[in-house]
């Protein structure tokens, strides 16, 4: 099976601690988000768990406990952007975000490593010739670490809206531009653009609009083959296999202002406040009136390796 860590907050940048604590017990527990009582336990064994999917700015702090990840098939994605700390205010510095990220790769591979650039909007700072030079310097920087780059122009959730009211969406014209030039700055350094959500306008100039979360992509990174059960995607314009979430919304510290898990800052802050690295939870405990049922697992893996 596969179990994801990252969409609804950052485990790595802010969690690293407690996530090793769940893999040395062996079990983590998940409150459901729109019925708090009922819990989901999920064992945390590479028996049962053929890949963890990570999303994270910062996996930095992560990085000290990679032996303890060995016994597990990973795929990490890293957001690497261009924005200032007007937009993301804790989020560390560029540089050093990249400096990890080529230190991940080094340990899991380049096949089980994804770059994302989202989410793009334009304003009158972050401009069209800004983006593309950032991005630019990045994938340069990048460069062998991964083959694989992700990106998504702006979604107006209601709760992007809410924290950045100034946000505008990004035009026809300009995504058509941008995704352009960006597939062919990828290319010439060893990348496929996969657009996250954006259906396949980008296709013809050359991405990869299948999906960023899909059986090839987790089948590249494990090099072998997955029997996957039959699964709805999260939204429509998503045909990533996204799995089971251990995350919880309303917990992510970077507090960016494009952020579609986060309410507000006071709530994460509360959130965040309850936090016990020794917990089965992230957030919080056991309470008496909560409802237990363990998730059926079992590997996805058929046996059969492959080349790619």
């Keep these: 099976m596969i179990l994801q860590t990252g969409m609804r907050t950052d485990i790595p940048a802010f969690y690293a601690e407690w996530f090793t604590n769940r893999i ?14 009922q819990v989901t336990k999920y064992r945390l064994d590479p ?14 702090p992560m990085l000290q406990y990679m032996d303890l990840l060995k016994p597990f098939g990973m795929y990490w994605f890293v957001t690497i952007t261009p924005y200032g700390t007007d937009i993301e205010p804790h989020v560390p510095d560029k540089e050093k975000v990249i400096d990890s990220f080529l230190a991940l790769s080094e340990i899991v591979g380049p096949d089980a490593m994804a770059w994302r650039y989202d989410p793009i909007f334009l304003d009158e700072t972050y401009t069209v010739d800004y983006h593309l030079k950032a991005f630019e310097h990045i994938a340069a920087r990048l460069c062998d ?3 694989t780059c992700v990106i998504s122009f702006i979604d107006l959730y209601q709760k992007v809206r809410k924290n950045f009211p100034e946000v505008r969406s990004v035009g026809k014209d300009d995504r058509i531009f941008l995704g352009k030039e960006m597939i062919e700055i990828a ?23 299948s999906g960023c979360m899909t059986q090839q992509v987790y089948e590249t990174a494990l090099h072998t083959s997955l029997i996957f059960p039959k699964k709805q995607p999260l939204r429509k314009e998503c045909a990533c296999f996204l799995g089971n979430d251990i995350g919880a919304y309303n917990t992510c510290p970077h507090l960016c202002r494009y952020c579609y898990a986060n ?14 690295p020794h917990s089965p939870f992230l957030i919080g ?14 590997s996805w893996v058929d046996g059969q390796m492959r080349l790619f």
């Design 24 to 37: 040395k017990d062996g079990y983590v527990l998940v409150r459901n988000p729109y019925n708090p009582v």
């Design 47 to 60: 028996t049962f768990v053929d890949l963890i999917g990570f999303c994270s700015k910062n996996p930095a």
């Design 145 to 147: 670490a991964t083959k």
């Design 187 to 209: 290319a010439t350094h060893g990348m496929t653009v996969r657009p996250c959500g954006e259906g396949d306008e980008l296709a013809p100039y050359g991405a990869d609009c």
């Design 263 to 276: 309410y507000d800052e006071q709530t994460v802050r509360q959130n965040y406040a309850n936090h016990d």
């Design 285 to 298: 405990n056991l309470h008496p009136e909560d409802v237990i049922h363990e998730a059926v697992q079992k």
